[in-house]
């Protein structure tokens, strides 16, 4: 028997201190006062940027000698059809980070690219150099920029574009593309005191970031896309209480991955100030290490599971920022020290406060690192239906007076990786039923807001998933603040692998700078609760054997409390330096010869059941589901290109459950197997199957506006209904549900019906031992009585129709009725109800909307019939508009795979009666008065895009009510309840448990 235990404290951030949304936990914030700003200093910077997408004309690069037969550069960018070298050169003009360009004329190919060496000799291509501009316009602060779009972040600059099918399938129909972002700011005139350390921290920005301030370059560009970073401002061209200009180019013309990816400032920003002469780095989260050293055996209690004791690693790498030769008055060469707390959930010190053995304050430019062993006693055990998480506070102190804090949180548990009986937590078995997820949206593209993915979150739990798989880069923070908060396991990934193309798209990064984005994410994610394992690498380039070793010590160094894998069972020599092996889209047969071979292996299967649905399109209606469409199917070769011809855009129906419990049954059922990502939880943009459809119609649990898709009946029977309370990896949800039923069809006349046909296919999904079928209360003519197959799916195969009412009603071993579920014949639609999916305490994302200009809700419209009843095929235009208070319509969406309606839109058609509408908050009423007062500095000179910073005390928050409208049918208003509470924010209603 093979094990690899792992006894971790993982940190998350501190949701109990922290003060807004938007500087929300990733910067371990302190201070809820209202009173002077905290000892660090972190201002929301997602308001107000100026946006230009595309490039900005250069006159300085011009299109110069044109060599034939020659060739520079490697790779780049291709763009097809372009025989003309003039047209070639001037694509390279007026792309900025091009500097080199070629056309093949045989092959009527133009490359762009972004190295000019080597230059080689090459027959039949003409090619030549632009030097690259060291300052474009664009850069400059003077440049005029007023005509430009003014935007908020989280932004993706891509997704508004026109959808044409000359563009690439896999970034569903829309182009890829450069952009630019400039924010003027003004940094507070009293941070110039030659002791604060100042920098813009980004949570992401796609694709390739290069920067200047105040037209000086801030260092090289950033390469990785997911990865967070920072940029320092005080020791480059800062000017204090006046006007700054910080540009941005960001290159999204290119990606590594095969589904849209989005662009531009995708994820949070904010502006940080700290003590220069000690300090815990840019991220203060990332300036702390926590984890666990012994826990003693973990024992049960009324409510989870605790042990006797555990000790606690502290590790606080403080840093020097000032120049080398510099100290740091008036504290030069005090004694350095850390002073630790360790706090449990509800607020009672559980360990601490314990002081760190005292250092020399490191030089200018140097660092040093403080660390400590807590003893905690009566330890309270992190677990998936009780994820229990303390806060651990380090504040570092400079000759006894403090400089800088973080506070994270964690949860202790054991964790354990076995080749014979899979996953253990805590030394109990459990089973990962997880899924694989982008991070895109209907309505949001990439810039998927926070409360967005908690409802995410909360909708993956509903069906019984306790496990996430963050495909294919590492995710907006936020993600794992929820994964923590609710008990989600994760698999933290990085998809890059041995540099060059080896993931199958473009990137110029080297092997070396993969190194590092993988170190930014372990250094980023290593203090989460959730985050069981790293992986790095997604199915292609994964037989790279050199790298595999490469990746494992990068994990190792940063962290080394958890296994590595990959999303690919390749060469042996890879899988020797994997701790758990990872399989995608395998058969039962090479699990059971891989475990044979390798039996001191742990394996999971990272990635299977790719099975394709339409939401709202019944089986008997599309019974030979194909990509290109039900009715007339592909064009040539179902295993060619998937070029559509059905221009209804209805390539699927929604029933999947054989598929998917055949596919997941393979790694269920066998013990040895750690658990089963499914591929995808929902729908997402790009790899498309075709024209018209833009989204992948992959989702198991919603499609890409998070309407539940009908296959989330199946994995509710089999995944929580099915599973005991007392197993270890139940979500907390429903706890008394332990049968369930779901109808995936509509109970409409079958197609045909006028040529006579009055069947209908109907399909059940139950746990219960039985289930039989009834038309308005009565047996349904061909809806006897079955028994239900495990992990099964009911099949009625001639249901005679009759307008009305379906119910399908499962029975236990006794005959006793245990779960019922009816579906009803809609009439004429007259109406449409709004409803609030988030904030709502229904789906676990609280009761109010946050007035901190960052918040989004989410409401559903849904077309309804006289009595209320869904109308399944309604299609009408719903428009939303906000009436009155503080809010806008950001986005709109209906979860069509085909839709082709502008992201910005506020009207959207329904898709089978219902459709979304996301509203943001556009006032900052909430965060402390003290941080707005800064906004306002900040902002001093700057018109504002969207958002309002309130900077009355007194000011009264009003709800934000908004229509839908529709020709032809009754409209609705629906009032979102708002507040300046900022502990309704996501985080907040996430460690509540959703309320």
Request: glycine letters at 10%; charged letters at 20%; one cysteine or more.
């Amino acid at each position: 028997m093979h094990r690899f235990v792992v006894c971790l404290a993982f940190a998350a951030l501190a949701p109990a201190l922290v003060t807004s949304e938007s500087m929300r936990v990733p910067l371990g914030l302190v201070g809820l006062t209202e009173g002077n700003p905290p000892v660090r200093e972190v201002i929301n910077f997602d308001f107000a940027w100026r946006h230009f997408l595309g490039p900005v004309p250069d006159p300085a690069r011009k299109c110069g000698r044109m060599e034939k037969n020659f060739n520079y550069g490697t790779g780049g960018t291709m763009h097809s059809g372009i025989d003309d070298p003039a047209e070639c050169c001037a694509l390279c003009a007026n792309t900025t980070r091009c500097v080199a360009w070629d056309v093949n004329l045989g092959d009527k190919a133009c490359w762009t690219k972004e190295t000019a060496v080597p230059a080689v000799p090459a027959s039949g291509h003409v090619a030549g150099t632009i030097p690259a501009s060291p300052t474009p316009p664009a850069s400059k602060k003077e440049f005029d920029d007023s005509a430009w779009l003014l935007v908020d972040a989280p932004h993706d600059m891509l997704i508004n574009q026109s959808y044409g099918e000359e563009n690439s399938p896999t970034q569903g129909f829309l182009p890829r593309g450069e952009g630019w972002y400039r924010k003027h700011f003004t940094v507070p005139s009293d941070w110039n005191d030659g002791q604060s350390e100042i920098w813009v921290y980004f949570e992401g920005v796609f694709h390739v970031t290069t920067a200047w301030l105040n037209s000086e370059p801030l260092g090289a560009p950033h390469p990785a896309g997911y990865t967070s970073f920072a940029l320092r401002l005080d020791n480059s061209s800062i000017q204090y209480g006046q006007e700054n200009v910080l540009s941005l180019h960001v290159d999204a013309s290119y990606g590594d991955g095969w589904w849209y990816e989005g662009g531009g400032l995708f994820r949070h920003q904010f502006l940080v100030k700290a003590f220069k002469g000690a300090n815990l780095g840019a991220h203060a989260g990332d300036g702390v290490f926590a984890f666990a050293g012994q826990v003693s055996e973990p024992k049960p209690t009324h409510n989870g599971l605790m042990a006797d004791s555990a000790s606690l690693h502290v590790y606080a790498y403080v840093a020097n920022g000032n120049p080398t030769s510099v100290g740091s008055h008036p504290f030069d060469a005090g004694p350095l020290t850390a002073r630790i707390t360790v706090v449990d959930a509800d607020g009672k010190v559980a360990a601490g406060p314990l002081v760190t053995s005292a250092v020399s304050q490191p030089a200018g430019g140097q660092n040093t690192t403080l660390q400590a062993t807590l003893p905690v006693a009566d330890v309270q055990l992190w677990s998936v239906p009780r994820p229990y998480l303390y806060n651990v506070q380090t504040e570092v102190l400079l000759d006894g007076k403090l400089v800088d804090i973080a506070v994270v949180s964690f949860g202790f548990r054991v964790v354990e990786f076995n080749a014979d009986t899979g996953l253990l937590i805590n030394n109990q078995h459990v089973k990962a039923r997880g899924f694989c997820d982008h991070s895109n949206f209907g309505g949001m593209g990439s810039a998927v807001p926070d409360r967005v993915n908690l409802f995410r979150t909360q909708m993956l739990r509903s069906v019984g998933g306790n496990a996430w798989r963050m495909a294919h880069n590492p995710p907006i923070p936020a993600r794992l603040d929820f994964t923590d908060a609710l008990g989600v396991v994760v698999m933290d990934e990085n998809r890059d692998f041995g540099g060059g193309k080896q993931q199958g798209g473009e990137t110029p990064e080297s092997i070396e700078q993969e190194h590092n984005d993988m170190r930014d994410l372990v250094v980023r994610d290593r203090n989460r609760a959730s985050v069981i394992m790293w992986s790095f690498c997604n199915e292609v380039g994964c037989d790279n054997n050199t790298a595999a070793r490469g990746f494992r010590q990068v994990a190792y160094a940063a962290d080394g409390t958890r296994v590595v894998t990959q999303n690919h069972l390749g060469t042996n020599a890879s899988t020797f330096y994997l701790d758990v092996q990872g399989f995608s889209h395998k058969s039962g047969d090479t699990f059971d010869s891989f475990h044979k071979a390798n039996p001191h292996k742990p394996m999971i299967a990272s990635e299977c059941c790719s099975c394709l649905s339409q939401r709202g399109v019944d089986s008997d209606t599309c019974p030979k589901p194909r990509p290109g469409g039900c009715t007339q199917g592909c064009r040539v070769d179902c295993k060619g290109p998937y070029t559509g011809d059905n221009t209804d855009g209805v390539f699927y129906n929604n029933e999947i459950s054989q598929c998917t419990g055949t596919q997941i049954s393979r790694s269920d059922s066998r013990e040895f197997m750690s658990g089963t990502f499914v591929w995808s939880g929902f729908d997402y943009f790009g790899e498309s199957r075709g024209w018209p459809q833009t989204v992948k119609a992959r989702g198991a649990i919603a499609d890409i506006a998070g309407f539940y898709k009908e296959s989330y009946g199946w994995l509710k029977a089999w995944w929580l209904a099915n599973i005991g309370q007392s197993d270890a990896g139940r979500p907390n949800v429903e706890p008394d549900l332990k049968f369930f039923a779901f109808v995936p069809e509509s109970w409409v006349p079958p197609q045909g019906a006028s040529k006579g046909k009055s069947t209908r296919v109907i399909h059940v999904y139950t746990n219960a031992p039985a289930v039989a079928l009834l038309v308005n209360g009565k047996p349904a003519k061909g809806g006897d009585k079955q028994t239900m197959p495990f992990f099964g799916t009911a099949e009625f195969d001639n249901v005679e129709y009759e307008a009305g009412n379906l119910t399908a009603v499962a029975y236990d071993n006794s005959s006793r009725i245990v779960a019922t579920h009816t579906v009803m014949t809609p009439g004429e639609a007259v109406a449409i109800r709004l409803v609030l999916d988030a904030p709502s305490a229904a789906t676990g994302t609280g009761t109010v909307l946050v007035a901190d200009g960052e918040d989004v809700a989410m409401l559903r419209a849904e077309i309804v019939d006289i009595a209320g009843h869904l109308v399944n095929g309604a299609s009408n235009n719903v428009t939303f508009t906000v009436v009155s208070g503080g809010g806008r319509v950001a986005g709109t969406h209906s979860g069509n795979p085909a839709s082709h309606v502008a992201y910005g839109s506020s009207t959207y058609p329904a898709y089978h009666g219902l459709a979304r509408a996301f509203v943001r908050s556009t006032e900052d009423r909430a965060t402390p008065l003290w941080h707005r007062h800064r906004l306002a500095q900040v902002h001093a000179d700057t018109p504002m895009a969207h958002s309002t910073v309130v900077t009355d005390a007194n000011a009264a928050v009003d709800p934000i009510v908004v229509s839908a409208t529709a020709d032809g049918l009754k409209s609705d208003q629906l009032s979102i309840p708002v507040t300046a509470n900022l502990t309704h924010l996501p985080v907040f209603v996430a460690r509540r448990g959703g309320v």
